[in-house]
C-alpha cells in the first residue's frame, strides 16, 4: 500500500522513538501518510512544533484506556478529511529502572500491556483496523521454537532488563502476548511485533539488520531510533513481516 494512502495511529507518539518516527514522516511532506498522534494532554507539548499546519497529522488526546478517544482516533473524521485508519503503530516504551522493582522482583503491575488487552486491540477489532505493529523485546517475547533452542549467549543478553527492569520486561512481554493472542482469534488481525535491543538516537552508521529468529539473527545489541523509524514506514509499504516477531538491530562497526 502506498504510504500517501495510509492513516496510521501511533501510540506513544511523544516517546523518543515517537518523535523519531514523526520527523521521518514530515520528510515524506505530502507524499506521508494521514497520521494521529495519540498522546496524554500532560505530553502534548513535547511534541515537535513543526506538525501545526500540517493537514495529514493531527493530535487526539487519550489515555491509553479510554475508548472513547481511542475511537475518535481510529474513526474516521470528515471534518478534518481524516478516513478510518488503517494501521496503529505502538512505541510505547517500558518503564525505567525503578528501585522498588529492582529490590522487590515485581513483575507488576502491567498498565500499557493491560491497556493492550483491554482497550486498543478492542476498538481496533470495533472499527475495523487490522494492521499493528508493535514494539517488544526478544527478553519479552520468545517463539516456542526459539525457548528450545535458546543458547547460553542469547540467555545471558536476555537477563539483564530481567534483572534491572522485571515490570519494564514484563511489559514488553505482555504487549507481545496481547497483540499475538488477539491474532490468534482473530485472522482478520495483521500483526507484527517488532523486537529491539538498546535503543539511542545516533544516526545510524551501519545498515539494519532484521532477523525472523535470534539464530538467523546477525545485527548488534545497538539500534538507532531514526532506523526504527524508516523500518516502520518500509514495512507499512512492503508488509514483509505480517503476523511474524522480527528481531531490529544495526549491524555491528
Avoid: C
Amino acid at each position: 500500500m502506498v504510504l500517501a494512502k495510509e492513516h496510521v495511529v501511533v501510540l506513544g507518539a511523544t516517546g523518543m522513538s515517537g518523535i523519531q518516527l514523526i520527523k521521518e514522516v514530515l520528510k515524506l511532506g505530502s507524499n506521508g501518510p494521514h497520521v494521529t498522534l495519540y498522546t496524554r494532554s500532560s505530553a502534548r507539548s513535547k511534541l515537535p512544533a513543526e506538525i501545526s499546519g500540517r493537514s495529514n497529522i493531527r493530535v487526539v488526546e487519550g489515555a491509553l484506556d479510554d475508548r472513547n478517544a481511542l475511537l475518535n482516533a481510529m474513526s474516521a473524521d470528515t471534518k478534518s478529511g481524516f478516513p478510518k485508519a488503517t494501521s496503529v503503530i505502538g512505541l510505547l516504551g517500558a518503564p525505567g529502572l525503578s528501585f522498588y522493582h529492582l529490590i522487590t522482583r515485581r513483575r507488576g503491575p502491567t498498565p500499557i500491556a493491560d491497556a493492550f488487552s483491554s482497550s486498543i486491540l478492542p476498538v481496533m477489532r470495533e472499527v475495523g483496523v487490522h494492521r499493528i505493529l508493535a514494539l517488544s523485546t526478544l527478553s519479552g517475547f520468545q517463539y516456542p521454537e526459539e525457548k528450545r533452542k535458546m543458547d547460553w549467549s542469547t540467555w545471558l543478553k536476555m537477563l539483564p532488563p530481567k534483572i534491572m527492569v522485571p515490570q519494564g520486561d514484563a511489559e514488553m512481554g505482555g504487549i507481545a502476548n496481547a497483540v499475538v493472542v488477539e491474532g490468534a482469534s482473530n485472522p482478520a488481525l495483521e500483526w507484527t511485533v517488532f523486537r529491539v535491543p538498546f535503543l539511542h538516537d545516533k544516526e545510524p552508521k551501519t545498515p539494519l539488520s532484521v532477523g525472523e529468529h535470534f539464530m538467523d539473527f546477525r545485527g548488534s545489541q545497538q539500534l538507532s531510533r531514526i532506523s526504527i523509524a524508516r523500518w516502520l514506514l518500509s514495512e507499512l509499504e512492503e508488509r514483509k513481516h505480517i503476523r511474524k516477531a522480527p528481531l531490529l538491530g544495526n549491524m555491528a562497526a
